[in-house]
């Protein structure tokens, strides 16, 4: 059964950093693309960035760019997003998703269960 | 960016209704369109992708149809489990892009 733990997520204030993490199990982590989408307080939801199999090309949606560094460690089965500048607009439930198959501009079959980031002063 | 624009916003219906949302692409995607269903309090959840190949494990009440810019969700008969907030994705190209939703509600 796939599996997709974040953690990382707190309270933090306006121009701080937070670092979450995705623990994958369940399904062969080097295989598959990953990606973060995240969901505002009773709003839709946002692709914010993707990461390739191989951690070797990422992308990111033009809200975060520059301030959201994705990541990922194959040998730990982890995903990681590095979270700088944060901004009001950033609070939100931050999703892990893995991706159906190897390419980022996919779909997602799997998600976490989200980790909710509060930025306020 | 591609913009994806889902109607209705909200929908009430009764179980046993046919439902019908659509979703339109603000430029030509093929069939790289995902549907995902969301209830409350967890995670969405994959039903369809590449516009009507329905997931595992997805009950075939559950289709999709449609290309080029415009696209349809299916529900044949709702269930009450079926009454959620379900969102179209393009994957067509990055950045992916997701419509705002739409929410069945009960009648």
């Known amino acids: 059964e796939v599996q997709l733990l974040e953690s990382g997520g707190g309270l933090v204030q306006p121009g701080g950093s937070l670092r979450l993490s995705c623990a994958a199990s369940?399904?062969?982590?080097?295989?598959?693309?990953m990606n973060w989408v995240r969901q505002a307080p009773g709003k839709g939801l946002e692709w914010i960035s993707g990461?390739?199999?191989?951690?070797?090309?990422?992308y990111y949606a033009g809200s975060v760019k520059g301030r959201f560094t994705i990541s990922r460690d194959n040998s730990k089965n982890t995903l990681y997003l590095q979270m700088n500048s944060l901004r009001a607009e950033d609070t939100a439930l931050y999703y892990c998703a893995k991706a159906r198959g190897s390419a980022v501009a996919g779909n997602f079959d799997s998600w976490g269960q989200g980790a909710l980031v509060t930025v306020s002063s | 960016d591609i913009q994806m624009t889902q109607s209705p916003s909200s929908v009430s219906a009764s179980v046993g209704d046919r439902v019908t949302i659509t979703c339109r692409a603000s430029?030509?995607?093929?069939?790289?369109l995902a549907w995902y269903q969301q209830k409350p309090g967890k995670a969405p959840k994959l039903l369809i992708y590449?516009?009507?190949s329905l997931q595992s494990g997805v009950p075939s009440r559950f289709s999709g149809s449609g290309s080029g810019t415009d696209f349809t969700l299916t529900i044949s008969s709702l269930q009450p489990e079926d009454f959620a907030t379900y969102y179209c994705q393009q994957d067509n190209s990055s950045p992916l892009t997701f419509g705002g939703g739409t929410k069945v509600e009960i009648k």
């Open positions: 590449t516009a009507s």
């Open positions: 990461v390739t199999i191989s951690g070797g090309s990422t």
């Open positions: 369940g399904f062969t982590f080097s295989d598959y693309a």
């Open positions: 430029q030509r995607i093929s069939n790289w």
